[in-house]
């Protein structure tokens, strides 16, 4: 059988640069679907405008936890496909891989939810995804200029995010 | 211990034509898998649009907290066109028949067991002349074929 024969139908990865410098973008979103930081590094193709690419993403997430707590092979009493569930409650999912990207998830107890998109290549990426989490509580959250729930606007964050991103392999 | 807990597959449209599960706890009624199914090609979509670079063909591996699902598409299917109005773009979409297997969190080789599955899915499906396009597949050679293809891949796990 030559249909699997190589690798040409798909077209070639994107070369992962020298070193570091994998991330694409990376979505923080609260507990309601708020779209509270979008960054950006390196996206080339657009194909919504931003808004309806955050709810989509935010759908995506979404359904794909009710999705993986209907399928979880381990539990025998399971909700129902589509049963809303709290931070923590039934199986979720930690990241996904498609042949141009990698989606890495997090969700904090308090229900916000961090997704860091990097080169299929990367490896595990959750332990990165908890310093972005306490970077998150140290200059948001311990702002006192910041009212929870509105969208961060923090320079310092930003700068350090941007930095531990790119070091990011 | 099961290495593999389910075999699901599903024809272009999401439809659920395939299911079998290989001893997961609370197995899933017929209603809920094609529920599963159904919603696994609408995520698989979604994702090919929210990629950031074009080529996208959709998700191959999702990493749960107690299982990893290793999906496969086939090459032929539908290429739907998108075209986005306000960023004056066109997106490929490409919708095939997809192959997923539910497995334990990082069991190896699952790529190989898809493709092998694939090739008995045309040699044993498609090839049946009485079997009608994206209906439901009752084969009795295809059900054989992979029970051994299955059994083989779990021999080989445990040899290793």
């Given at each position: 059988?030559?249909f699997?024969?190589?690798t040409e139908?798909s077209?070639s ?5 020298a ?7 990376m979505?923080?979103f609260?507990?309601n ?6 960054r950006?590094?390196?996206r080339p193709l657009h194909t919504?405008n931003?808004?309806q ?7 995506l997430l979404f359904?794909?936890k009710?999705?993986?707590?209907k399928?979880?092979p381990t539990t025998p009493d399971k909700a129902?496909?589509g ?5 923590g409650?039934?199986?979720s999912f930690?990241s ?8 890495t998830?997090m969700?904090?107890?308090?229900g916000i939810?961090?997704i860091l998109v ?7 990426l ?6 972005i989490?306490?970077l998150?509580v140290?200059?948001v959250?311990?702002?006192?200029l910041y009212t929870?729930g ?5 320079e ?5 995010l941007d ?7 | 211990?099961?290495?593999i807990?389910s075999?699901?597959?599903i024809?272009?449209?999401g439809?659920?034509?395939?299911y ?8 899933m009624?017929?209603?809920?898998s094609l529920?599963?199914?159904s919603?696994?090609?609408?995520m698989?979509a979604i ?6 670079i074009?080529?996208?063909f ?8 107690t299982?990893d699902?290793h999906?496969?598409?086939s090459l ?18 490409i ?16 790529e190989g ?5 694939y090739e ?12 009608e396009?994206e209906m439901p ?6 059900d054989i074929?992979?029970?051994q ?5 779990r021999?080989a796990l445990l040899?290793?």
């Amino acid at each position: 059988m030559q249909f699997f024969g190589g690798t040409e139908i798909s077209p070639s990865l994107p070369a992962s640069t020298a070193s570091g410098n994998n991330g694409h973008m990376m979505y923080v979103f609260n507990r309601n679907g708020v779209c509270l930081l979008y960054r950006e590094w390196n996206r080339p193709l657009h194909t919504l405008n931003q808004q309806q690419d955050h709810k989509l993403m935010f759908g995506l997430l979404f359904s794909l936890k009710s999705l993986t707590a209907k399928m979880d092979p381990t539990t025998p009493d399971k909700a129902n496909l589509g049963v809303p569930q709290l931070p923590g409650q039934g199986c979720s999912f930690h990241s996904f891989r498609t042949n141009t990207y990698k989606l890495t998830f997090m969700e904090s107890p308090s229900g916000i939810k961090i997704i860091l998109v990097t080169h299929p290549r990367t490896g595990d990426l959750r332990e990165s995804l908890k310093y972005i989490y306490n970077l998150y509580v140290e200059y948001v959250v311990k702002n006192p200029l910041y009212t929870p729930g509105t969208p961060i606007r923090c320079e310092l964050f930003n700068t350090t995010l941007d930095q531990y991103v790119r070091s990011i392999s | 211990m099961a290495a593999i807990y389910s075999l699901y597959i599903i024809n272009k449209s999401g439809g659920l034509i395939f299911y079998k599960d290989y001893g997961s706890s609370g197995r899933m009624d017929t209603n809920d898998s094609l529920r599963v199914a159904s919603l696994w090609h609408s995520m698989h979509a979604i994702s090919q649009q929210l990629s950031p670079i074009s080529g996208c063909f959709g998700i191959e591996l999702l990493q749960a907290d107690t299982f990893d699902l290793h999906c496969f598409q086939s090459l032929t299917g539908y290429i739907s066109l998108l075209f986005f109005f306000l960023s004056k773009k066109v997106t490929r979409m490409i919708q095939g028949t997809k192959f997923f297997v539910v497995c334990e969190p990082g069991t190896q080789h699952m790529e190989g067991l898809l493709k092998h599955i694939y090739e008995l899915y045309t040699d044993y499906v498609l090839k049946n002349p009485f079997y009608e396009m994206e209906m439901p597949i009752r084969c009795e050679l295809f059900d054989i074929n992979l029970t051994q293809a299955i059994q083989k891949d779990r021999v080989a796990l445990l040899a290793r």
